[in-house]
Structures are given as C-alpha cells and as structure tokens.
C-alpha cells in the first residue's frame, strides 16, 4: 500500500493509543465500580468518606418531612401547595437551602426566575414518556421577557391567575 494511507492509520492508531495511556494514568481505578460490578454513574467508591465530610445545607434528609418543617410556620403555603403537583417538590428547591432556617438567614432567598420553572414547564415532544403529563409551554411563545410568577402562583399555578390578585 501507498504511504498515504498508512501515515494516517499510524496517526489515528497512536491517538487512540494516547487516549487510552491517559485514560490509564488519570481516572482512578475504582471510578464507576461497584460492590455489583459497574455503575452507570460518576462514582467513586473512595470518594464516599470526602462527601460525608461536606457539610449538609439542606433541611429534608428524610428524616422530617420538609412540608412538616416548613408547615409549623407557613402552613398556609404548605397546605396550599399540598392540593396541587406542586406539593411533591420540595420547599428547598425554590427557597433554597434551609438547615439553619429561620435563625440564620432570617429570610431564604427565593428563586423566581423563568428558568427554575423552565426546567419541568418547557414543552417537550416526548408522547410516549410521564414528562408530557406535566404541563409545558414554548418558552419561545410564551410571556417572553416575563417571570412566571407574574401571572402565576407558584404553590399552586392553577389556584389563582396573579394577574386579578
């Protein structure tokens, strides 16, 4: 054969050979392995007694319900939000964290940006998945340039149009 084509199969055979060496030296040996085999995950078994060191940010550990936490002051919130969908997310995940809530911050910061309820309301072409259960707009369409919690109440968005509040 021609040089011309071996001189690439030489260059594309030493990159993957490279890319494997590299492979080799920097991804640590029990990253994506498990007690059963392989995990289809970013884990790392050795890594497990850094994380416990982190410092927890977060109310709901399971072991006390965040509605229950956040309901013996903002039950009427809670309880509204209990008659909708939205009464299975938790409060944390629009106030932000709550461990050491109400003493330090006093008040939780509130994201209200479009983008918070973009993540679940953006329409998807998905039919035959539970995400088209959940109703989406077209962000493209849809009060561009307005928050959502303009005209919606974010514990429960059916409740009342914000807009006649």
Wanted: proline share 7%; net charge positive.
């Amino acid at each position: 054969m021609k040089s011309h084509v071996w001189r690439p199969l030489y260059v594309v055979i030493a990159f993957v050979v490279a890319i494997l060496v590299f492979r080799y030296f920097y991804i640590p040996k029990d990253f994506g392995s498990g007690a059963r085999g392989f995990m289809y995950a970013f884990h790392r078994k050795s890594n497990e007694a850094e994380w416990k060191k982190q410092p927890v940010k977060y109310r709901d550990t399971g072991k006390q319900k965040m509605h229950e936490y956040c309901g013996t002051c903002h039950g009427k919130e809670v309880k509204i939000r209990s008659e909708d969908l939205h009464g299975i997310i938790p409060c944390e995940n629009c106030h932000g964290p709550a461990l050491r809530h109400p003493e330090e911050p006093r008040k939780l910061t509130i994201d209200r940006s479009r983008e918070l309820c973009l993540r679940c309301h953006t329409s998807l072409p998905y039919t035959t998945s539970e995400r088209k259960r959940i109703p989406g707009i077209d962000p493209k369409t849809h009060n561009v340039g307005l928050e959502c919690v303009f005209c919606h109440n974010p514990h429960n968005p059916r409740l009342a149009d914000r807009r006649g509040q």
